[in-house]
């Protein structure tokens, strides 16, 4: 069994020769997959380098598809700049779990191409410009994790996702999916919990897509704010669409919040809305009556779409860690918006509890058990 590497040979054939090298001293075989631009030396304008780069990236993935029989179950890649998002272009389209290892510089934030995907980043912290002691070290550290992934792999395929119970949790939410999770794995069943951080759901979506759940609990569909009013986020078009064939709970976790990063660098008018530093690095900003309804007039619509069935309740009592008496962004009036457009879309149930409570989690676990029980 071969490992492919995806690489750009006519920039970069010495750290490609060298890598290659590695790989097998380390006891792979190699296969080459060249995803060069081939501008021969030309300085393209912008219009043609990104084409380019979107036909350099479509040979490899086509390439790869007229190998499917033998194909490789380990991919290595390799690149700069431009090198590095081709590669990241062809590892998107390959199955989710299979072990993918990008070697790259790193001149972008990778969370918003790898949210969804299992690739390992091997930062090679200079410039892939030429072999010097950073970059063969660099080298000859992804050629020894390229081996611990290849002779990790099991020898009769990859591992099956077993069907389990998909879920969505943040800090702010996280008492009460602890609870979920513990009284869901009592009953026998396995569970997947997902970061709704922005990235995780993406990941969330994706899974949902390739049969990875039998059913969902959206404990924490923050996401809707971060995707539809502001904030850090991956691309997830179908966040809350991808599950609508799959029984589903849904709560609403973290609605109530946006999330943003450092207060210093957040828009002024967050900064006359309740918020707090939820950690060094993130800041959270209470949204607005029309923000949270905006967010329960897309979500109702997905859930009317669905063709499974679906359930919601709703913890009246708050919706965040700091959505409670005292809290840093309390807002009962929030909470009743909220219910009360969703209500236009589909039926919803109103809990007395908080989202952390362990009542709310158990509720949540019975509807999915009331919804199920027939399937």
Request: hydrophobic share 40%; proline share 7%.
């Amino acid at each position: 069994m071969s490992v492919l590497l995806l690489a750009t040979f006519d920039t970069k054939r010495d750290e490609t020769e060298y890598l290659i090298a590695a790989m097998e001293q380390a006891g792979l075989r190699v296969r080459k997959c060249d995803i060069s631009l081939h501008a021969e030396g030309a300085q393209w304008s912008p219009k043609d380098k990104v084409s380019g780069m979107q036909r350099a990236a479509d040979r490899a993935i086509a390439e790869i598809a007229k190998s499917a029989l033998d194909g490789p179950r380990l991919v290595v890649a390799m690149g700069g700049g431009t090198g590095g998002q081709i590669a990241l272009r062809v590892l998107q389209s390959l199955p989710a779990m299979m072990p993918k290892l990008l070697v790259t510089t790193l001149p972008f934030d990778p969370r918003y191409v790898i949210a969804d995907n299992s690739i390992v980043l091997v930062p090679t912290i200079a410039d892939l410009c030429g072999l010097n002691a950073t970059t063969r070290d660099a080298l000859d550290r992804a050629a020894a994790i390229a081996a611990g992934l290849r002779h990790s792999l099991p020898p009769d395929g990859d591992r099956p996702l077993t069907p389990s119970i998909g879920v969505t949790a943040l800090g702010v939410t996280g008492p009460g999916t602890d609870a979920l999770r513990d009284r869901l794995q009592a009953q026998g069943h396995e569970v997947t919990v997902f970061h709704a951080n922005g990235f995780g759901g993406a990941a969330f979506a994706r899974w949902a897509k390739i049969g990875a759940f039998q059913s969902v609990i959206d404990y924490t569909p923050h996401e809707l704010t971060r995707c539809y009013v502001a904030g850090v986020h991956a691309e997830m078009p179908g966040r809350f669409t991808a599950m609508g064939h799959l029984p589903r709970v849904v709560v609403p976790g973290g609605v109530n919040f946006i999330g943003v990063g450092e207060a210093p660098l957040m828009p002024d008018d967050y900064h006359t809305r309740p918020h707090y530093a939820h950690s060094p690095l993130f800041t959270h900003v209470q949204c607005t009556e029309d923000e949270i309804g905006l967010c329960a007039n897309i979500l109702g619509e997905a859930l009317a779409a669905a063709t499974a069935p679906t359930r919601v309740l709703i913890p009246m009592g708050g919706f965040s860690s700091e959505d409670r008496p005292g809290g840093a962004i309390e807002h009962p009036g929030l909470r009743s918006a909220f219910a009360d457009t969703l209500e236009h879309h589909v039926p919803v149930t109103r809990l007395d509890g908080h989202i952390n409570d362990t009542s709310v989690a158990h509720a949540a676990v019975d509807a999915l058990a009331e919804i199920t029980k027939d399937i």
